[in-house]
């Protein structure tokens, strides 16, 4: 999108078997496949296909919560809310549906698109994955992820991590076991393990023993201070210093203020570089905000565009070729063999090759994965999305 395109122009819905959006298409893939450093910011659309039941629906998780707490009047976007901790019943019915909701992301698989980025992790070109998602559903796919720690994690978890649990007092995280899922379940808050060990330690020694803190699902609520922030901002600056050259918008809406600056900063980065943002997601984003950060927006669901990406950059699923070492090979030179003397041998070739094959993988040989399409989307040569979906090319002005 540039300044002087018309709103309407980018809501020119061409069809997927237009031959304009067939090349706008292959064009992105292009770009994506190009980049050798790339970040990606993704949020819960990408798990949308990964078996989380919907906790809004009907008879979904929030109102099974609810029945238990008749007399809560809570709406669901109010567990996201810090200001449930000022009513103990709201507080109650928190605790509650967290650990209800960890079960069922515990039955949940890694999606199509968590696949995907893993993949540009194993290539080498992701920089990193900044995720919106508490699920950790990236670390089913290996990826190392958490809320932040140091430069080698693949995946930062930006509103924290629902599998984790951190004391509301000395902030130490611990990891669920089975006695806290049942406390949580019953609408209450663990002790701190570490805080009553100081707290024993201190009534022993006879001295004034101080209060024992409460485990709480270790994310972030709209209102609370973001305890790692500064952290965050670190990894962000070190990333930036990598020059990135793609920025991948996957599953967001971009509403929360904090993305939203993350996007912007990014992006800049990227377009000094000459890379191209690219944001993949059902809903449009408001011209208005994003003319000149986002050059281009794929309207659809993300496992679908990853379906599409395998089926027209299959190089990306393969392993990444292993360059061999640069080896000198030397004739081995005839040595003397003298008589009450050692052999002193060199190392033939044959050898080295041995030793050095510990290190070297043989690429295993790709395998064309069966698209999860209906068989009628690919039915020719050209790949093409589903048809309701739409691509807005160089969008958003
Ligand atoms: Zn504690």
Redesign the pocket.
Known sequence: MTEDTPTASMIARAGVRDEGTRKELAGIADTVAKSKKAIVITGAGISCNAGIPDFRSQDGLYNMVKARYPSAGMAGKDLFDSILFTDPLSTQVFYTFMAELRQCINGAKATATHKFIKKMSDRGRLVRCYTQNIDGLESLEGLEVCDVDHNKNQVLQLHGDIHQLK?N????VEVYTEEYTQTLQSGRAPP?S??FEKHQLREVAGLRTGR??ALRPNIVLYGEEHPTADAIRKMTAADLRRKPDLLLILGTSLKVTGIRSLVKNISKVVHAKGGKVVYINKTQLPVSIWAGTIDYWVEGCCDEWVDYMKEAKPSLWEPKQLQLPKMKVTKPKKISNKENEDPILPTSPSKRKTQCSDKVTKPKKAVKGKSHLPADVFSDTTMDLKPDTKIFPNSVV
């Not at 007092?169 to 130490?172: A, P």
């Open positions: 004391c007092l000395c902030h130490k701190c570490s805080c024992i803190g």
